[in-house]
């Protein structure tokens, strides 16, 4: 793999998983104050979501090289039989 490809992937894990992390532990406000959205979240722990973020995408991301390093399946033969 090289590195912009590289890239590329951590970039749309990070982001894949981010978006799926947003709605753990998002309690909503109660209180009827004008003005505030009654489904915005409390404390929404974006930083801590961040940082599990990242160590969950560097998990995936080595996965995925291991995976395309040891030729398990070879993406380069694929695309000869299309």
């Known amino acids: ?7 590329v992937v951590y970039v749309l894990l ?3 998983i981010f978006l799926m992390s947003l709605p753990f532990g998002v309690s ?4 009827g104050s004008v003005g505030h959205d ?11 979501k ?4 990242t160590l969950i995408a560097a998990v995936f991301w080595v996965a995925i090289y291991w995976f395309i ?4 399946i070879s993406f380069r ?4 039989k299309l």
Not at 1 to 7: F, K, T
């Open 28 to 31: 909503r406000h109660t209180d």
């Open 77 to 80: 033969e694929m695309s000869k």
């Open 69 to 72: 390093e040891a030729d398990l």
């Open 14 to 16: 990070w982001w894949w």
């Open 50 to 53: 961040a940082m599990a973020t």
């Open 1 to 7: 793999m090289e590195i912009a490809s590289g890239i």
């Open 38 to 48: 009654p489904g915005a979240p409390k404390k929404p722990l974006l930083l801590i």
